[in-house]
T-cell receptor
């Protein structure tokens, strides 16, 4: 079945540092890929998505590129801020059949950014 | 657009009691999903509806769990004879269904945190 593996956390960075959170997946077909973010005390919010190979999703300075050849969707940001401290989840959307659209999540990566 | 709402936000119950959670999706969304999230883990799929039809149930959903969406709008998730292992955050999400205006994006509610003592 489908699965998503995220890099182990937590990740602690200083403000303005470069961020990479690795995400790899196993899936049948051509799934869509997502990054969701969960700020303290809040629900899951979509951060960015990509629906086909080589697509780049971007939002709020974050980027991720759908790499079919390496089955990866790594999240990057060039300069993190304290306000980026949150839990980040990589997710895969089923490509078809009765489960079309169902999300499979990674285990999440806790990011803490210090001033 | 008021977003996805869930009620209650927190529930503490004793083992063996029944609990029911409600989810109100975004009004024009015809798909509704339930997920469960335990501490330190990502959400796990439980079940989903398209309109009032329940199209898939995870093997995680034991016989003690039942979900309904009677008029294709709000949904309820009931857990009978709760166990301590049911303690988790229960998340609801909604989206449009595949079609001409389909967007796979699921919008999540704030969740209901259940603690079974």
């Amino acid at each position: 079945g489908n699965s998503v593996t995220q890099m182990e956390g937590p990740v602690t960075l200083s403000e303005e540092a470069f961020l990479t959170i690795n995400c790899t997946y196993t899936a049948t077909g051509y799934p869509s890929l997502f990054w969701y973010v969960q700020y303290p005390g809040e629900g899951l919010q979509l951060l960015l998505k990509a629906t086909k190979a080589d697509d780049k999703g971007s939002n709020k300075g974050f980027e991720a590129t759908y790499r079919k050849e390496t089955t990866s969707f790594h999240l990057e940001k060039g300069s993190v801020q304290v306000s980026d401290s949150a839990v980040y989840f990589c997710a895969l959307g089923n490509a078809g059949g009765t489960s079309y659209g169902k999300l499979t999540f990674g285990q999440g990566t806790i990011l803490t950014v210090h001033p | 657009d008021t977003g996805v709402s869930q009620d209650p936000r927190h529930k503490i119950t004793k083992r063996g009691q029944n609990v029911t959670f409600r989810c109100d999706p975004i009004s024009e969304h015809n798909r509704l999903y339930w997920y469960r999230q335990t501490l330190g883990q990502g959400p796990e799929f439980l079940t989903y509806f398209q309109n009032e039809a329940q199209l898939e149930k995870s093997r995680l959903l034991s016989d003690r769990f039942s979900a309904e969406r009677p008029k294709g709008s709000f949904s309820t998730l009931e857990i009978q004879r709760t166990e301590q292992g049911d303690s988790a955050m229960y998340l609801c999400a909604s989206s449009l269904a595949p079609g001409s205006s389909y967007s796979e994006t699921q919008y999540f509610g704030p969740g209901t945190r259940l603690l079974v003592l």
